[in-house]
């Protein structure tokens, strides 16, 4: 580091290394009488000259040389001490005569995978690890798969952890019994020495780690008695502490000022602070540190408590840190033997003087103290030996226990996070059953835990309520912490004992009291008062109390599984002290309240006065909840029958105990209604988590529960009447016209809300009995019901399912048991997720007002329903399903149904619904009360079927709604009123229900009316009009569809009628469309404009080539809706663009050109490429000039804040296109198509075309090296060229600005450099885009065998069009002479030319890149010609004819032997003579090619140049507009089609053989260059791999296709790699969150500061940094524990993507969060490598960071 230290050189101890004698060393501590003595002298010497010299400039080497000293003079001595015998021969010798116990053991590392087995588990916390997994039969069953946190260990072997199949085969017992005492097998000299030895070591550690001096603010400087050093120099260490409440950058700048060190030093004692616990940041004297402490003390105490810095001195340092490479020495000396980790156990917990005077309680007591390498340390050496030895791990746990409450309350005062805190080991211990019980009973750890919780809650109200309105951060911070007690609560109370002792039923009900208590601190805690008038001013604080009552709900549940295994006693007991503790706090409910008398239909009931919307109320009720839960469990227990006299039921008052729990139910019904806006969101907040799966278990269910218990123990009229007075509507139906309402109350819609859901709290309160105890069910009954209500809402994913369903302590919802049948699966695509959909069987189930419902829910439920009965041909009555019988306890709750209130409730609602419109009610109102009038029916019907003999049946529902209305309300009984409003036209959505209604009825009189003997030919009967009635209504409707039919029939007709009228009107305007729409599908099919031609004579080059110049061009402009035609002399037009850098092509993701590099040559591996994408869409330049400044504008106005959200980035000219929003950064501009050559009768032949031009460049050489006016013995000018023409500009200006716009734009992402127009690599930029674009496509289409023509979406192929087009023509936007210089560069590759130098080997270029440079620039050169006598397409044709001849030399020259296993028998083709022929002529000048026959000779040669034959096919069907033949755009393509679409010969060696004497020279220039031997003899490689540097190896052809890596089928495969890798820079720390690059299989150490890297001097992240060297600055990421594809491209933009593993109901399962067990998807691992192949990956993130605009922004930069 950069901060100044001490001139002190201290010296080494490298000299004692070779003198030092670790076996003499050990001799003279076994003959000392004062081991101790000895021991410490030792120490004392060597530990401070070994360890902690100085801080600054340490390396590798340097730790090496401290490690090496530890071993050789400090670790060697204790082993040969202890083992009397040379380390390695007495280590093996304890481990061949260790008899390990069957326990694994195995700690897991941060990452590393764990399965746990969800039929075999005790419990969540029981895992196993991957070794262990695999080798058991769990990998069979259901299990779920997580990442470890750190510090547990496989529970393989602890048979207390497994209800089955507790072994792998590793671990096995083989049958002999471990040892009952493991030391009995060590001999007694090894016993004595090993309790001397581990006695002094632990103790010297627990000194240094725990001693005096820790509390020494100050001068860190005293050492335990026997280790002072020698000689004590003044040399200090100022060492910074880690603590959880400053960040990166706060420390990061505050060392840079504290110690003066650059911010990468800065780094680097940051990420060691934060992973470590301490670093020391300054060596030297003590004033010198002191100076640094007072910094950074001063800097990071000004707004919270500073860090924690202290000056300590270099021997304290040092001994500390050999304590815990002592203790670390002793963890793993132990795994050699069971019986030295008895040893060490009983050092360890070796009881001294007074209480917690062991060792081990002295490192617990102060752990809170120690830094957390320390902590991590101990805790490592207490899980190696004191938790794998269950004698000891018992009393362990028993200290544990004894310190439970100082050991949390240490906690609550620490920063550091759980993890690093001794009080995790709780998991380890309370997770037990057998241990927790023992504990239970002996320490009473249930009431422990639960006083140290409600101790740490010290905000109460008046009342004794918990208060946490108004929590400070700290509070807050606290309240975080003081949740962990709940865990291990529920740790404890997970399993429910079996048998139980009256030990631990004294202890369990002392702990329910302590609980009790808890719960009445929640009781009625946050009460809320309805504002009215204004709105509140402030949110009051309620996210705390939910908090507290999700941790506690599953604590709350299994109380009662506790309760429900002993239901004797227990249960009785616990129903006995929550109903006492429930009388204490609600005891003066009623005193002080108005008494009232209520008296409705006949019914007097007294209560008191209460109205909601006026009192305090509140929604945390869990007494009264656990008194219901309880009270379900007396009647699913059937104790409540057995044995009635034990229970005070007697002594129950139901309308109190249902009071607090109606009310809360009148709130949510109030809120609901609107009463309670003025409150805020609060209280919306609160209502929405009282129904939520998290809460409703412990919340709303239970209150419904406690309603259905007090409804059940008093008549069902007063409990009626007491729901009315609630809900403040007992006026409404009370008065003596309750039948007629008044419309002009100014209440109506508040009212009318309130009794549509007071209507439906009775339904619940009668209908829901899908829980044991209530109905006579089981508990998967009431999954399956929860299931099928999920599912008629529409198809749902497996985890929505799991979303929807609450869990039970092993975090099982019971899903997967019931689901199959139910539902059925069906599979996703390569897109989307797997769906269960409901089978038709089961929608007979569903209940329309099912009690978890949301409102939007019900809503959608009913209209699925209705639209599947319709579908299916039958009405859409939705009836409810039959109810399942009540439990003994709770069966006088049917009485609710026919009990008078109701019926005049009913009645009441009906009258009104006579009556259309005026709000008076509501058609929601009517629906409930026809589902309550069916529900009774339902009830009837069932018990007369079920009735056994002549038993009387006491439920007449039937009889009681045919009497007429009571006076003085004389209006018709309910059953004249259903069926006057059967056919009332404003109740036509109700009318089938109505019907169905009325049928039951009639159904019900039947059964009635027959005798019990005849009871089934009665039901028969009665089942004769029901058929009846349904086959009328089906008539009905039969015959109003018919009728719609006609009606439909009757309209087309008479439309089609008008359209051929307006037709004959208009024969001119409609003819002209016709023609135009034929010749623009023509175009867009590639038909040729003659149709005489045949697919033979369609020639894409040359001067038989057809071009498509007639064909009109006609486009809109997508901003102004313009049409206009694309001409060369019109207005401009351009498509929206994407130019990005690409090495998608190549294979080698190691080396990136340099930037200013010379583009005119491309190596074959294609390294770096420019690759442009467009949407297709067109606008005019001037529309999207003015488009792309209104952006600038914008995007200039935009705070600064918000700017890096945006998906483009303008400065980089980047912008979003208008209509489609992709992401773009240039425009294409639209240039027409060019005209078919004049057919000259006698074109120039190849060597004289190469004469010509060959005169041509000497005369440019010449003219440009001679002054002007000094031509004399100038090179000669071809006939017909003039050197000094200038070519006529074919384009208008704005198309000329649009050219030189797109040809900067590609310039400049291409090279990577500022725009510059007179650059000369301008133009070989934009051909370079041109053909990398072409191979990019060409290859897609090969690899997915589809047709090279016809099948590109059209985006694509007017992007490859216009890349071409501008290609021909941007050589006019540039000095000619530049051109001409590239052209003699390309040219003098194939004709060797003096004049030009280095020109490369013909091993070190691409072929069709050398053709698109040289077709696209040879343009400027011909027109020089003014004679008129050939056309540039000769120049094309003999340049393809050229370089086809030199691939083929390439093809041939990087062949090997291997390629071809196979030999074919018979005599050689033509092709495979000729090619032999210039092999052998290659040979003969290269020995080192190998032998290899003509018939793999020709395969090799046509595989490997078709490729460049296809790309030069779409390249002059483009350039030139010509129509490819059928062959090539119906079929993958002929090779026959191919070459006379290019007017090559089918056997291609044809070209070199026709012109031999020409092409000879040329091939033996080729071969002859300087690189090409060094190539060879460098050998052949894997296709792809060719380094840019010379002597590099070659690359064969055809080329390799690029694909992502290979990715392991299962997922924990990959999450095992990752868990083991480390960090690259920081010292061996595993990283946080591995990555790995799908594209080169690097794994990175993404999201940290220790690996951030600077790239253009920016601090970029691991994978940022990556993309640039593998890339181009894209790149693709799967991050392996959190199972998420990362896509990055450049510094500041990426976005998540689904990974393409999924679980077995097809999704995936990003953060790891449900833990099903993810397998690869081959079909969306395709996907996404074709995207990336496609260049989209920008495309995507533009799109997903538009769809997901944040004001949080993620620093892409930084991952």
Not at 601 to 628: K, M, W
Request: a negative charge; glycine letters at 6%.
């Amino acid at each position: 580091m950069a901060a100044a230290e001490s001139e002190q050189d201290p010296s080494s101890p490298s000299g004692e290394f070779l003198s030092f004698s670790a076996r003499d060393t050990a001799q003279r501590w076994l003959a000392a009488s004062d081991l101790k003595q000895e021991v410490y002298r030792h120490l004392a010497l060597y530990v401070p000259r070994i360890l902690c010299q100085g801080t600054g400039g340490r390396d590798s080497r340097e730790e090496q040389r401290e490690e090496l000293g530890c071993q050789l003079l400090l670790l060697a001595p204790l082993e040969w001490f202890l083992l009397g015998a040379e380390p390695g021969a007495g280590l093996a010798h304890l481990q061949q005569n260790n008899r390990p116990s069957a326990l694994c053991g195995h700690v897991f590392k941060v990452g590393e995978p764990t399965y746990s087995c969800r039929e075999c588990a005790a419990d969540p916390t029981c895992v196993l690890c991957m070794t262990c997994f695999l080798g058991s039969v769990h990998k069979e069953h259901r299990y779920r798969m997580t990442t470890s946190g750190g510090g547990g260990f496989c529970d393989c072997g602890d048979t207390e952890a497994w209800k089955s199949s507790p072994f792998c085969q590793t671990h096995l017992p083989d049958g002999g019994e471990a040892p009952e005492d493991p030391v009995s097998q060590l001999s007694p000299d090894l016993v004595a020495r090993g309790y001397s030895l581990f006695s002094i070591l632990l103790k010297y550690a627990v000194d240094l780690l725990t001693g005096d001096q820790q509390d020494q603010q100050d001068r860190q400087d005293r050492l335990p008695e026997g280790l002072e050093p020698p000689e004590r120099a003044d040399t200090y260490f100022c060492m910074l502490f880690n603590d959880e409440v400053h960040t990166y950058e706060q420390v990061i700048y505050t060392l840079q000022k504290a110690v003066s060190c650059s911010q990468r030093e800065a780094v680097s004692f940051a990420t060691t602070v934060d992973r470590d616990g301490r670093k020391s940041v300054r060596y030297g004297d003590f004033q010198f540190c002191d100076q640094a402490k007072s910094v950074i003390v001063r800097n990071t105490g000004r707004q919270s408590k500073p860090l924690r810095v202290q000056v300590m001195h270099s021997s304290v340092v040092a001994h500390q840190s050999f304590a815990l490479k002592a203790l670390s020495w002793l963890g793993g000396i132990i795994q050699y033997s069971d019986g030295l980790r008895r040893i060490l156990c009983q050092v360890g917990l070796q009881k001294g003087e007074g209480e917690n005077s062991t060792l081990v309680d002295h490192l617990m007591l102060n752990d809170s103290k120690m830094w957390k390498g320390a902590r991590n340390v101990y805790h490592q050496l207490l899980m190696n030996s004191l938790l794998m030895d269950l004698k000891f791990k018992k009393i362990f746990a028993i200290q544990f226990a004894k310190n439970y409450r100082r050991l949390q309350t240490d906690f609550m005062e620490d920063d550091h996070e759980r993890l690093v805190s001794v009080t995790s080991l709780s998991v380890q211990l309370f997770t037990v059953p057998t241990m927790a019980r023992m504990l239970m009973v002996d320490q009473d750890l249930m009431g422990t835990i639960i006083r140290t919780f409600v101790d740490q809650l010290r905000h109460r109200d008046l009342q004794g309520r918990f208060q946490f309105d108004r929590y400070t951060a700290q509070q807050a911070f606290r309240f975080q912490r003081v949740q962990n007690l709940i865990g291990d609560l529920k740790y404890v109370l997970m399993s429910p004992p079996d048998q139980w002792t009256d030990p631990l039923r004294i202890k369990f009900l002392e702990g329910l009291d302590a609980f009790l208590d808890l719960l009445r601190c929640m009781q009625g805690m946050d009460p809320v008062v309805r504002q009215v008038g204004q709105h509140i001013e402030m949110e009051p604080e309620w996210e705390a109390a939910f908090t507290l009552q999700m941790k506690l709900s599953p604590v709350i549940s299994m109380i009662q599984d506790w309760c429900r295994s002993d239901p004797e006693v227990v249960l009785v007991q616990a129903y006995r002290k929550v109903l006492s503790m429930l009388s204490q706090s609600s005891g003066g409910l009623p005193d002080g309240e108005q008494p009232l008398s209520l008296v409705l239909a006949g019914h007097q009931v007294e209560t008191f006065r209460y109205q909601v919307s006026q009192e305090r109320v509140s929604i945390h009720l869990p007494l009264c909840r656990l008194l219901a839960g309880l009270h379900v469990l007396l009647s699913r227990t059937e104790v409540a029958t057995r044995f009635p006299e034990q229970l005070p039921l007697g002594e129950l008052a139901p309308p109190l105990l249902m009071e607090l729990p109606l009310r809360c139910l009148v709130l949510c019904a109030q809120v609901h209604a609107g009463m309670w806006r003025r409150n805020g969101f609060s209280l919306i907040n609160q209502i929405y988590y009282y129904h939520n799966v998290k809460c409703r278990v412990e919340m709303f269910d239970k209150d419904i529960v406690m309603l259905q218990a007090g409804a059940s123990m008093m008549d069902p009229n007063h409990f009626l009447m007491i729901v009315l007075s609630r809900f403040e509507l007992f006026h409404v139906f009370s008065s003596a016209d309750a039948r007629k309402r008044y419309r002009d109350n100014k209440d109506l819609v508040q009212q009318n809300t309130l009794i549509e859901e007071m209507l439906h709290l009775i339904i619940m309160v009668i209908g829901e009995r899908y829980v044991a105890g209530i109905g006579q069910v089981q508990p998967l009954d009431e999954v399956r019901r929860e299931i099928i209500h999920q599912l008629s809402i529409r198809p749902m994913a497996h985890s929505e399912l799991l979303k929807a369903l609450p869990e039970n302590g092993n975090k099982e919802t019971g899903l997967e048991r019931v689901i199959d049948s139910v539902a059925s699966f069906k599979k996703p695509g390569v897109t989307g997720r797997g769906l269960y959909e409901l089978r038709p069987e089961w929608n007979k189930h569903f209940n329309l007002y099912f009690h978890h419902y949301s409102r939007a829910d019900q809503s959608k439920a009913e209209e699925a329903q209705r639209k599947s009965r319709r579908q299916n041909g039958e009405d859409t009555a939705l009836p409810p399903p039959p109810p399942p019988p009540l439990c003994h306890l709770l069966g006088s709750l049917v009485n609710l149904l026919q009990c008078d209130v109701l019926l005049a409730l009913e009645g009441a609602v009906l009258q009104w619904s006579v009556e259309p419109g005026g709000g008076s009610w509501t058609e929601s109102m009517l629906q409930r009360v026809l589902h309550l009038v069916a529900m009774a029916l339902l009830e009837e019907q069932q018990q007369l079927e079920n009735r056994c003999g002549e038993e009387d049946v006491t439920f007449s529902y039937t009889c009681k709604i045919t009497r007429p209305g009571e006076a003085p309300s004389s209006s018709g009984s309910i059953l004249a009123l259903l069926e006057s409003l059967q056919n009332a036209p404003h109740l036509e959505v109700h009318k089938d229900m109505i019907t169905w209604i009325l049928k039951t009825v009639g159904t019900i009189k039947t059964i009635r009316e027959r005798t019990s003997t005849s009871s089934t030919f009665t039901v028969s009967q009665g089942a004769g009009p029901e058929e009846t009635g349904r086959d009328r209504d089906k008539a009905e409707r039969k015959r109003k569809a018919e009728m719609a039919r006609l009606r439909r029939e009757k309209i087309m007709a008479q439309m089609s009628e008008m359209q051929k009228h307006f037709i004959n009107e208009n024969k001119d305007l409609f003819q002209q469309s016709l023609e135009e729409m034929e010749a623009s599908t023509s175009a867009a099919e590639y038909s040729s404009p003659s149709s005489a031609l045949t697919c033979a004579s369609k020639v894409c080059v040359g001067p038989r080539r057809v071009g498509g110049a007639d064909l009109r061009q006609l486009v809109t402009c997508i901003l102004c809706q313009e049409e206009q035609e694309v001409r060369g002399a019109g207005k401009a037009m351009v498509l929206a663009a994407f130019v990005q850098r690409s090495t998608v092509l190549s294979r080698n993701h190691t080396c990136t050109p340099e930037p200013g590099r010379d583009p005119v040559f491309m190596h074959p591996d294609l390294p770096v490429g420019v690759h442009t994408a467009s949407c297709g869409h067109i606008m005019h330049a001037t529309c999207w000039q003015r488009y792309f400044e209104a952006v600038q504008v914008k995007e200039q106005r935009r705070q600064q804040r918000l700017r890096g959200n945006t998906s483009y980035d303008v400065e980089n000219g980047e912008f979003l296109c208008p209509l489609c929003e992709c992401l773009s950064n240039t425009v294409i501009p639209l240039l027409p198509h060019l005209a078919t050559p004049g057919h000259s009768p006698d074109p120039p032949s190849l060597e004289a075309w190469l004469q010509t031009t060959s005169q041509l460049i000497a005369a440019l050489h010449t003219c440009r090296k001679t002054p002007e006016g000094e031509l004399e013995g100038a090179e000669p000018v071809p006939e017909g060229f003039r050197l000094d023409f200038s070519p006529h500009r074919p384009f208008s200006s704005s198309i000329s600005e649009m050219i030189t716009t797109f040809s900067l734009a590609v310039f400049k992402v291409g090279l990577k450099v500022e725009p510059d127009e007179q650059d000369g690599r301008v133009p070989v930029v934009g051909w370079s885009t041109c053909a990398f674009s072409i191979q990019s496509i060409e290859r897609l289409l090969l690899d997915e065998d589809k047709p090279l023509f016809g099948s590109l979406p059209c985006r694509q192929d007017d992007c490859l069009s216009s890349l071409v087009r501008f290609g021909s023509a941007c050589w006019t936007s540039v000095p000619q002479n530049t051109v001409y210089t590239h052209f003699s560069r390309l040219l003098a590759v194939l004709v060797p030319d003096r004049r030009v130098e280095n020109s490369p080997c013909i091993l070190n270029l691409d072929m069709f890149h050398l053709l698109v440079y040289s077709v696209l620039s040879y343009s400027s050169l011909h027109s020089l010609d003014q004679s008129g006598r050939s056309s540039v397409d000769v120049g094309h044709l003999h340049l393809l004819h050229l370089v086809t001849v030199a691939h083929l030399v390439q093809v041939l020259l990087t062949c090997s032997t291997g390629e071809v296993c196979m030999d074919q028998d018979g005599g050689g083709s033509e092709e495979e003579q000729l090619t032999l022929q210039l092999y052998c002529f290659l040979r003969k000048h290269l020995s080192s090619l190998p032998d290899v026959s003509p018939w793999q000779l020709w395969s090799r040669v046509k595989a490997g140049i078709l490729p460049f034959l296809r790309a030069a096919a779409l390249f002059f069907h483009y350039l030139n507009s010509a129509a490819p033949p059928a062959d090539l755009v119906a079929g993958p393509g002929q090779w026959e089609s191919l070459c006379s679409f290019l007017s090559l010969p089918p056997n291609l060696l044809l070209l070199y053989q026709t012109h031999q004497d020409l092409l000879d020279p040329l091939v033996l220039s080729w071969i002859q260059h300087p690189g090409v031997p060094p190539l060879l003899r460098g050998g052949i490689q894997h296709p792809g791999v060719a380094p840019l540097l010379p002597g590099g190896r070659v690359t064969r052809f055809p080329r390799e296709s690029n694909r992502l890596i290979e990715l392991p089928e299962d997922y924990s495969v990959l999450i095992n790699q990752a868990s083991s890798f480390t960090c690259p820079r920081s010292g061996g720390d595993k990283s946080r969150a591995p990555t790995l690059c799908l594209v080169c299989g690097a794994m990175l150490c993404s999201q940290s500061y220790c690996c951030q890297t600077e790239v253009d001097g920016e601090d970029v992240g691991a994978c940022t940094a990556h993309t640039f060297t593998c890339g181009a600055g894209v790149g693709l990421f799967l991050r392996v524990r959190e199972s998420q594809v990362l896509f990055v491209a450049g510094k500041t933009k990426g976005c998540f993507y689904p990974p393409p593993y999924l679980d077995d109901y097809g999704e995936t399962d990003q953060g790891l969060k449900r833990g099903n067990p993810l397998h690869l998807c081959p079909d969306r691992y395709r996907k996404m490598e074709r995207l990336w192949r496609q260049h989209g990956i920008p495309e995507v993130i533009g799109h997903a960071q538009e769809a997901n605009q944040t004001l949080v922004a993620i620093d892409w930069q930084h991952l």
